[in-house]
């Protein structure tokens, strides 16, 4: 059933009945799961805390500052409110950022191939719906482009929730065997579609500009 949804996804795309992508960034466009480690080794030695790669796998996992504030008060006894962790995220995260990943994207000028590009700067973060209703209003201003002309791929359910309040279509992304078959199922309900790996992403973006449907053969591995 996913393979035609994302078979369907590509002939829409070439035959421009699609005419936006709203790409997530980090885990979707950028592999920035260093970057993300960095910052949690960085906020356990904050609270002293050894920075094992088991610790820092787990509280990658938790995805959230609420449960992480939690988890390193019944372990560790830190007392630290999610509010200043929150706060610690955005000076430290930006930082690494702008040394490790930015840095290079510039260099490269990867991001001057998509058009526009909008960030959460002075916004609520995910799941708040913020940065997809300015995405939105950005895109189809003018009324070139209207909303069921537009889909979203993302790799979260920060990401798939919100976009699909506003009536998005949302396609996720992620490498088959990095989430459990629970997770999986959980993301498949959530989404309308499902690319089981990046390789198949790559086609997608790389056959944008295709005009015939039957040179855009995806087969996703799921």
Known sequence: MYDERINEL???????EI??????????L???AGVQDTFYKNLLRKYEIEDTE???????KLNNFVKLSAYLYKKYNVTA????MQEFWNKDSAEIYRTEVVAFLEKEQYLDKF?????SNGLRRKPELDIFKVALETVCEGGI????????????????IPARLLGLEVFAVFETGSESEEEIENIKRQTDGFIG?????????SKLEVLKSEELVLEPNI
């Open 10 to 16: 590509a002939r829409r795309i070439v035959e421009r």
């Open 19 to 28: 005419k936006c992508i709203i790409f997530d960034f980090d885990g979707t």
């Open 30 to 32: 950028v592999n920035s």
């Open 54 to 60: 088991e610790e820092i796998y787990y509280i990658r």
């Open 81 to 84: 409110k999610q509010e200043e």
């Open 115 to 119: 058009k526009p590009v909008v960030t």
């Open 145 to 160: 482009i209207s909303k069921e002309e537009v889909i979203v791929i993302e790799d979260n359910s920060s990401g798939f």
């Open 197 to 205: 790996d990046f390789l198949t992403l790559l086609k997608i973006m």
